[in-house]
């Protein structure tokens, strides 16, 4: 199912996706906005997080397969490799073989805006890290 | 970018706010104008549920 190309992701798009969106930039400072673009049959979000003094630029992408696939997310401000980082600087997030229902990303529960949510999560995970070399958070099985 | 670290007091702070978050569900909270850290909350007002960490999927 894809949010641009079916009648049903072009309904979740707009009532579930957008508001959110919409929602989050309300009060918010412009450049901390979420931009949203389309890129072919991908919608990326563009937005900056500021989780303690750095500021990180980051894009979420809605491939053509969400929401059943989960968002990617990606860094482009620079990081030191660190863990739950993949390829292209694109956090690890989500586990959905797991056991573990909160280790699962859930079409049903979540919209994009959780992705950033998570990411937001992560940052202060890395900032952590970047200073102990220690990830804060046990890993899940 | 100029990395600049967290503060042994900061450190400490958003150490013990993920463990909440992680162990016992403790919202954390994103400054709704720059999404800065801006302190924890055993409950959230739907209102600001949007700025909230709370049941957020995640491996780790």
Redesign the interface.
């Known amino acids: 199912m894809g949010l641009l190309d079916t009648e049903f992701g072009k309904r979740r798009l707009l009532s579930v996706e957008v508001p959110?969106i919409e929602?989050?930039n309300?009060?918010?400072?412009a450049e901390?906005k979420i931009f949203l673009n389309r890129v072919g049959g991908t919608l990326v979000l563009s937005y900056?997080?500021?989780?303690?003094?750095?500021?990180y630029r980051l894009e979420t992408r809605l491939l053509s397969s969400y929401p059943t696939v989960p968002p990617e997310t990606r860094v482009l401000?620079?990081l030191k490799h660190c863990?739950?980082l993949l390829e292209g600087q694109t956090m690890?997030?989500?586990?959905q073989g797991?056991t573990?229902?909160?280790?699962?990303?859930?079409p049903a529960?979540?919209t994009c805006?959780?992705a950033l949510?998570?990411a937001?999560?992560?940052l202060?995970?890395y900032?952590?890290w970047?200073?102990?070399g220690e990830?804060?958070?046990?890993?899940?099985k | 970018?100029d990395?600049?670290?967290?503060t042994e007091t900061?450190?400490r702070t958003?150490?013990t706010?993920?463990?909440g978050?992680?162990d016992r569900g403790l919202a954390?909270l994103?400054d709704?104008?720059?999404?800065?850290?801006a302190g924890t909350a055993e409950e959230v007002p739907d209102e600001e549920v949007?700025n909230a960490?709370k049941?957020?999927?995640?491996?780790?």
């Open positions: 959110a929602k989050y309300e009060g918010r400072d901390f900056l997080l500021k989780p303690c003094h750095n500021i401000t620079p863990p739950h690890c997030l989500w586990r797991s573990r229902a909160v280790s699962r990303w859930d529960k979540f805006v959780f949510q998570a937001w999560r992560w202060v995970c900032e952590i970047h200073d102990t990830w804060p958070l046990p890993e899940a | 970018m990395f600049r670290p967290l900061e450190r958003l150490t706010a993920l463990r978050n992680s954390l994103m709704r104008r720059d999404t800065s850290f949007i960490i049941s957020v999927p995640c491996h780790y």
